[in-house]
């Protein structure tokens, strides 16, 4: 039983592999689709479906599978990708553990990597292993200061802290402890929650015993919606802060009259219609909103989506430079790829002008952030 | 060609195909072997032992965090007066791991494992819970985003950190875990975890430390699991807590389920299935129902459906059978010359062996027993009769240590025996057979019998898995076929055994003449169904009381006595009569017949050692009046 | 923590408990008559809130499409099950795999009510046919397995249903439009009316079930079957209906649970296995047999949870689930279980 099952995976393997040999470009995008980042997963995953299928004259080949949000998953998807399909490039993952997990298997396997997840540690700092991974989200602690600032700014003095028990909000709190004691701003309340909880009363009901001045909530999709309601529904009277993760539709359906003036740091591409007509990332943004909704309907766009979109345009430039030099499918292709996104200058994308260095694999600068609040169930570009 | 040669066939050429296989495919390999540790370990946990346990992931996260917590610690390093990158961290971390875990197994288990019934799975789930979250909020742990740059694992300098040679460790460790519990499992203590499952209360009475040997299994499957962690660990080179969560303790489950849970190969195989349907279903799915979806999971779980229903008992029993029908049985081990086994001197006849002084037994209000005295010398025959619900069981029970007496005082071999378990009257040479001949269904005679003289036994755990034991297994298998053929089956032993019908012999193993419970239990898929055992089975189980006695008299045939035999029940009591035996044996069963019954409660005499002799009715009543109708059951405890 | 706090503490333990209850409750009942260990219960309520949201917000819900199927594939299994020449109870068939169905589809695709009790009305009618669909065609065949057989069987089931939510309701949760926007004042703790329409449901269904199981003769003959299967069968209980009850009972006991608690939360398409495990907690320390203690062991993991989340909101799983032993462990040896043969 054991030799029959070997036999047809070798045989699979083979078939696959020849198939893959035909100078085409495949790309391996592994991304969470179910599990609990599946409201992040999905998006990204209707993006891929977008992208370009020719570049030059070669064709493109997306190849998608889901890891589930699980870390061994995405490292034997990465496996699967580079040995079976050999694929040019991997996207993926859409959370950081998994990102962090994959970033051994690309640098033995000399492929180049972008990721979509969020923590700077999946680039920072760039070593020999690093070197061959890129991500296109802003950095946790681009973000965090932009709140941090606009706090100080507005003369808060504590802040108490609620997020996800987990990646996610672990990595939030490490960085906005980092951003607010530049700026001089306690943390009064350090509370977590699951994802998947019915009720934050207990957290809510500690948080106000400590009477902060906001609240920052650090969740990514509807369940960001649960604390701030709470907090609204025992008289909470502050301001509330919400992460990028909050940045689509469904968090305004679900959280209704609760979250007007919420106020919030996302990428530009979530108010691209508002943004002034010369910013440098409108176009970019809404060529890519007017994709996404064509095919997913509107008002589906999310910014997670937008974080794959950019990949998708990193690569396509960077592909573009590297067929100059080798044919897909080779080792020196790959690296040729991988020099090129290193390369890559003032490429505009949804969510900011990316520029990357040897030592800045991340490439977005100030442009790539913009302060958002909600008023009257939509979001408002704040100036 | 039996089945042996075909498992070694596959293992060489597995290792002959190894340099040649793809990338993938050791890759995939990789997985399926650290999976198969742990489900080996739930098969002999829940398979066997009978112990349902959901928190397996969360062992195998404390070995894969032990070790990369070790490989990674400046502050290990440091006091262990190594360098940073050394190549003994990963082997300091295993032995920690396994610390570790043995310790919290070990805590656990005395813990949760005395919980009975549905309170233990659900103790599996809470502390499987317990340690995920506590992984994720650990910072020198990394915290739910993880600890990465575990080094790779190096053996004798040779690095394992490609997957191709580390694919090779995993499998000989596999293979290696494989063989030491199987020959765990072929052993005398095997079979006395095998007896865990369908029934303490005879496993103690044959001597069995139930609780410590339930103890045993868990820290062992625990120590499986903290073993494929280290290997995981040292493979992906990077941990955070979502491997270690409930979702895939419940998948490891699965594996063994669906492999089948009481076979260690059922354990490889349901890891190969699962590991191989799910990386099918992601290859060809999109293709078959369009990538707009995420299908894997319906029709993976479709799947499981399906194959549950078609085979409940797993997927190994359905291939063994197949491939039984071409293949050869395997033939009986060969054995050394054995040893010889310890057996209590004989206590001279007249003496008294077991005295019970004004035992009381009380259930809240009811009292089963009261104020019963009982003198049994040795050499003699007691017989204790009685109607349904006269409390001759309750009374058996508290004079071979089941239960304890709620006053009164029973004394074996001049010692009091006020609240000690069963296992030390077994100590003392107490055998017991029970009313409901608790056999062990999917098992052969032989094994049945052997059981009982587990307590002549030395050998324990590591001698068994390193086949240590061979000469002493030689004694007691000696012992229960010579106990069989005293009891008159010997010739039959091997018509009612059932299990060799999972080694093909069906034709054989169906009875010549059929008991009208071997008729019914030969449903396709089961051996003896437990709680119909036939008319031998009260042979059977005097046999394996016997063994644990050392009983040495020669097989005599002997006509049964009438009452016994319209009874339908075996010959045993009446062979023991003429048996000088060193202790008592408790030979239970019920009368049946109401006429024979007497009429005024229990009462014992000392019945003259001839057969043929006629129960003589004396109207001593000595004992309460019993209550209407309370079903007799061994255990002696009143029904819900 | 003063004493406010902790009143407010104790009320959203309280509320939260009673929804564990309801689980709980429907836990034992399908354990005590078919011994499923239901794993799947969580996802009734989940697609009870779900598919309630999306009749509300005037789509249909996919759960209607998978009753369809399940119906269809039900009346093929009978169908199946007749030629084979086995007994087949067309009547109850035709309730559950038609008359259901039927009734639910018209309700969602053509009446399309809009007034809040009308809507709850056709979940309910939506999702309680589910589960005696499901009885029969995964769980009825095996009727005779091992109970860790059934239980694999009901995780299998429970991946199935998942993956079918996150299909159907997609990624994002969803809320519904509260049934009591009133807010009391009672000695200055507010107690919303939507927290007690969750502790009045649940003891008002208790009760009824409480009457039911007592004082009705098919109540009177689950309880029998749970006993001892073959005294009822002979007794002229025919089983398969007690399985078909049971399921129904508790799927339409995960179906109210959904109503409940969609108002206070949001629910998404995973939300039923945390919450099923916590009510399968609850049964447990009910030893899966009694009622009454598998009720207050709800309320006491509930309240459990929310002073845990109060004091260490991170480690407040490992809390709850670490006390959890102790009970379990007192429950074990308080009774003394009788040795269940393989």
């Known amino acids: 039983m054991k030799l029959l099952n070997k036999k047809t995976v070798v045989a699979l393997a083979a078939s696959l592999a020849a198939a893959a040999a035909l100078a085409d470009i495949n790309v391996g995008v592994t991304l969470s689709a179910t599990g609990p980042a599946a409201s992040l997963g999905i998006p990204e995953k209707n993006t891929i479906a977008l992208m370009p299928q020719k570049i030059g004259n070669e064709k493109v080949n997306y190849i998608v599978l889901d890891d589930a949000s699980d870390t061994t998953t995405a490292v034997s998807n990465t496996r699967k990708l580079i040995t079976e399909q050999k694929v040019d490039v991997i996207i993926g993952s859409t959370v950081t553990p998994n990102s962090l997990a994959m970033i051994d298997v690309v640098s033995e396997a000399k492929t180049p990597m972008i990721s979509m997840a969020a923590s700077a540690r999946i680039v920072e700092p760039v070593d020999d292993k690093k070197r061959w991974v890129f991500k296109t989200p802003q950095n946790d602690i681009m973000m965090a200061t932009a709140i941090a600032d606009h706090m100080a700014a507005n003369g808060v003095k504590t802040v108490g802290f609620v997020g996800f028990a987990d990646a996610y909000g672990e990595g939030w709190f490490q960085e906005f402890t980092k951003a607010a004691q530049a700026k001089g701003l306690t943390i009064a309340a350090n509370e977590r929650y699951n994802r998947t909880d019915t009720s934050v009363t207990s957290q809510a009901l500690k948080l106000m015993s400590v009477k902060p001045d906001v609240v920052l909530v650090a969740g990514s999709g509807t369940p960001a919606a649960l604390p701030q309601k709470t907090l609204k529904e025992r008289g909470y009277a502050g301001k509330f802060y919400q992460t990028h993760g909050v940045a689509n539709n469904d968090f305004l359906r679900v959280g209704g009259k609760d979250v007007e003036g919420t106020l919030l740091p996302a990428g530009p591409v979530l108010v691209a219609s508002q943004l002034p007509d010369g910013h440098p990332v409108k176009k970019s943004a809404l060529a890519y909103i007017e994709k996404y909704e064509a095919a997913n309907g509107k008002g589906s766009v999310s910014t997670f989506g937008a974080h794959a979109w950019d990949a998708g345009l990193l690569f396509e430039r960077a592909a573009g430079e590297a067929l100059k030099k080798a044919k897909p499918g080779t080792p020196e292709f790959r690296t040729a790829l991988r020099d090129a996104l290193e390369q890559v200058k003032d490429l505009p994308g949804a969510h900011g002008v990316f520029t990357m260095s040897p030592t800045d694999h991340l490439g977005l600068d100030q442009r790539g952030r913009v302060m958002v609040t909600i008023d009257s169930g939509a979001w408002k570009l704040m100036p | 060609m039996n089945r042996r040669h075909v498992v070694i066939a596959a293992i060489v050429a597995l290792a002959a195909a190894w340099p040649f296989l793809g990338e993938f495919s050791v890759t995939l390999l990789c997985y399926i072997g650290l999976y198969s540790m742990v489900a080996a370990g739930l098969v002999m946990l829940t398979g066997v032992a009978g112990m349902t346990s959901f928190g397996q992931a969360a062992f195998v996260g404390l070995g894969a965090y032990a070790t990369a917590w070790a490989s990674t610690s400046a502050l290990l390093s440091s006091s262990l007066g190594l360098a940073a990158g050394s190549a003994l961290l990963p082997w300091a971390g295993l032995a920690l791991g396994l610390a570790i875990t043995g310790a919290v197994a070990w805590g656990?288990?005395?813990?949760?494992?005395?919980?009975?019934?549905?309170?233990?799975?659900?103790?599996?789930?809470?502390?499987?819970?317990?340690?995920?979250?506590?992984?994720?909020?650990?910072?020198?742990?990394?915290?739910h985003t993880g600890?990465?740059?575990?080094?790779?694992?190096?053996?004798?300098?040779?690095?394992?950190?490609?997957?191709?040679?580390?694919?090779l460790a995993i499998w000989a460790v596999l293979l290696l875990a494989l063989w030491a519990l199987h020959n765990l499992l072929d052993s005398r203590e095997g079979r006395a975890i095998r007896a865990l499952k369908s029934g303490r209360v005879m496993a103690e009475s044959m001597g069995v430390n139930t609780a410590g040997q339930r103890v045993k299994v868990f820290v062992l499957a625990a120590l499986l699991a903290a073993l494929s962690g280290w290997l995981y660990a040292h493979m992906q080179r990077f941990v955070n807590p979502t491997p270690f969560n409930l979702n895939?303790?419940?998948?490891?489950?699965?594996?063994?389920?669906?492999?089948?849970?009481?076979?260690?190969?059922?354990?490889?195989?349901?890891?190969?299935?699962?590991?191989?349907?799910?990386?099918?279903?992601?290859?060809?799915?999109?293709?078959?129902?369009?990538?707009?979806?995420?299908?894997?999971?319906?029709?993976?779980?479709?799947?499981?459906?399906?194959?549950?229903?078609?085979?409940?008992?797993?997927?190994?029993?359905?291939?063994?059978?197949?491939?039984?029908?071409?293949?050869?049985?395997?033939?009986?081990?060969?054995?050394?010359?054995?040893?010889?086994?310890?057996?209590?001197?004989?206590?001279?006849?007249?003496?008294?062996?077991?005295?019970?002084?004004?035992?009381?037994?009380?259930?809240?209000?009811?009292?089963?027993?009261?104020?019963?005295?009982?003198?049994?010398?040795?050499?003699?025959?007691?017989?204790?009769?009685?109607?349904?619900?006269?409390?001759?069981?309750?009374?058996?029970?508290?004079?071979?240590g089941v239960d304890d007496p709620t006053e009164g005082r029973v004394h074996l071999l001049g010692r009091d025996m006020g609240g000690r378990p069963s296992r030390a009257f077994a100590a003392l040479g107490l055998g017991r057979t029970f009313q409901h001949v608790r056999l062990l269904g999917t098992r052969s005679v032989l094994d049945n019998v052997a059981l009982g003289a587990h307590r002549r036994g030395r050998r324990g755990w590591l001698a068994a898995m390193l086949r240590l034991d061979r000469a002493e297994e030689a004694a007691l298998l000696a012992e229960a076929r010579r106990q069989i053929e005293r009891c008159g089956l010997g010739a039959q032993a091997a018509a009612l055994d059932l299990a060799p019908r999972l080694a093909g012999r069906d034709a054989a193993a169906r009875p010549r003449r059929g008991g009208r419970a071997a008729r019914r239990g030969a449903a396709p898929d089961r051996a003896l169904r437990p709680g119909r055992p036939g008319r031998h089975a009260g042979c059977i189980a005097a046999a394996r009381a016997a063994a644990h006695r050392g009983d040495r008299t020669r097989a005599r045939r002997t006509p049964v006595p009438a009452a016994a035999r319209r009874a339908g029940r075996g010959p045993a009591a009446s062979r023991e009569a003429r048996a000088g035996t060193a202790a008592l044996a408790i030979a239970q069963r019920g009368l049946g017949h109401p006429r024979r019954r007497a009429r005024h409660g229990v009462r014992h005499e000392p019945r003259r050692p001839h057969h043929g002799a006629r129960l003589r009715h004396r109207h001593r009543p000595r004992h309460a009046a019993r209550s209407a109708g309370r079903p007799e059951s061994a255990g002696g405890l009143p029904r819900r | 923590m003063d004493f406010q706090i902790a009143l407010l503490l104790a009320q959203d333990g309280v509320v939260n408990g009673a929804v564990y209850a309801l689980l709980a409750l429907a836990l034992v009942l399908v354990f005590s008559v078919t011994r499923v260990i239901f794993v799947p219960q969580g996802e009734f309520v989940a697609f009870?809130?779900?598919?309630?949201?999306?009749?509300?917000?005037?789509?249909?819900?996919?759960?209607?499409?998978?009753?369809?199927?399940?119906?269809?594939?039900?009346?093929?299994?009978?169908?199946?099950?007749?030629?084979?020449?086995?007994?087949?109870?067309?009547?109850?068939?035709?309730?559950?795999?038609?008359?259901?169905?039927?009734?639910?589809?018209?309700?969602?695709?053509?009446?399309?009510?809009?007034?809040?009790?009308?809507?709850?009305?056709?979940?309910?009618?939506?999702?309680?046919?589910?589960?005696?669909?499901?009885?029969?065609?995964?769980?009825?065949?095996?009727?005779?397995?091992?109970?860790?057989?059934?239980?694999?069987?009901?995780?299998?089931?429970?991946?199935?249903?998942?993956?079918?939510?996150?299909?159907?309701?997609?990624?994002?949760?969803?809320?519904?439009?509260?049934?009591?926007?009133?807010?009391?004042?009672?000695?200055?703790?507010?107690?919303?009316?939507?927290?007690?329409?969750?502790?009045?449901?649940?003891?008002?269904?208790?009760?009824?079930?409480?009457?039911?199981?007592?004082?009705?003769?098919?109540?009177?003959a689950l309880r029998a079957t749970a006993i001892n299967r073959v005294g009822a069968r002979l007794m002229g209980i025919p089983t398969a209906l007690a399985g078909d009850l049971s399921f129904a009972l508790a799927a339409m006991i995960g179906a109210v649970s959904g109503l409940l608690i969609a108002p206070i939360t949001t629910v998404y398409y995973d939300t039923g296995f945390l919450m099923g495990l916590k009510g399968f907690v609850a049964a447990i320390i009910g030893g899966l047999a009694s009622y009454p203690i598998a009720m207050a062991g709800a309320v006491l993991v509930g309240l459990l949870e929310s002073f845990s989340a109060f004091w260490a909101s991170a480690l407040k799983e490992v809390i709850v689930f670490t006390l959890i032993i102790p009970v379990l462990l007192w429950r074990s040896l308080k009774s003394r279980h009788v040795e269940e043969d393989e």
Do not use: C
């Open chain 2, 147 to 167: 600890l990465g740059g575990i080094p790779a694992l190096t053996v004798f300098g040779v690095s394992l950190a490609s997957t191709r040679s580390l694919g």
């Open chain 2, 248 to 400: 895939l303790g419940i998948e490891y489950l699965f594996m063994a389920v669906i492999g089948g849970s009481g076979h260690l190969w059922g354990a490889v195989l349901g890891a190969t299935v699962i590991t191989l349907m799910k990386q099918y279903l992601q290859d060809w799915l999109p293709t078959l129902l369009g990538a707009s979806g995420s299908f894997e999971t319906i029709v993976f779980g479709l799947l499981m459906l399906i194959v549950l229903q078609r085979f409940a008992d797993g997927l190994w029993p359905a291939i063994a059978r197949a491939a039984n029908r071409w293949l050869k049985p395997v033939p009986p081990p060969r054995l050394p010359p054995p040893v010889a086994l310890p057996t209590t001197a004989a206590a001279p006849a007249g003496q008294v062996v077991l005295e019970a002084r004004a035992v009381t037994k009380r259930f809240g209000g009811l009292v089963a027993n009261n104020a019963v005295d009982l003198d049994v010398k040795a050499g003699e025959i007691h017989a204790l009769i009685g109607p349904n619900g006269a409390g001759k069981s309750t009374f058996f029970n508290m004079i071979s």
């Open chain 3, 48 to 220: 009870g809130a779900l598919s309630m949201a999306a009749i509300a917000g005037g789509r249909t819900p996919g759960t209607l499409w998978l009753l369809l199927v399940l119906a269809a594939l039900a009346i093929v299994v009978e169908a199946w099950r007749a030629r084979r020449g086995l007994a087949v109870d067309w009547r109850s068939t035709l309730v559950w795999a038609v008359a259901f169905p039927a009734l639910a589809a018209l309700l969602a695709l053509v009446v399309k009510p809009t007034a809040q009790w009308a809507q709850a009305l056709a979940t309910l009618v939506l999702i309680t046919p589910l589960g005696p669909l499901l009885y029969r065609i995964a769980f009825r065949p095996l009727a005779d397995a091992t109970v860790l057989s059934l239980l694999i069987v009901a995780v299998a089931m429970h991946g199935v249903l998942v993956g079918l939510g996150l299909y159907f309701f997609g990624a994002e949760g969803s809320r519904t439009a509260s049934f009591s926007d009133s807010r009391l004042d009672v000695s200055g703790i507010v107690v919303t009316g939507q927290s007690l329409v969750v502790v009045g449901t649940t003891l008002v269904l208790s009760a009824l079930l409480f009457a039911f199981f007592e004082r009705t003769i098919v109540g009177k």
């Open chain 2, 108 to 143: 656990l288990g005395a813990v949760t494992l005395r919980l009975s019934g549905h309170y233990l799975p659900l103790a599996t789930i809470a502390w499987g819970l317990s340690l995920y979250y506590l992984f994720g909020n650990l910072d020198f742990l990394g915290g």
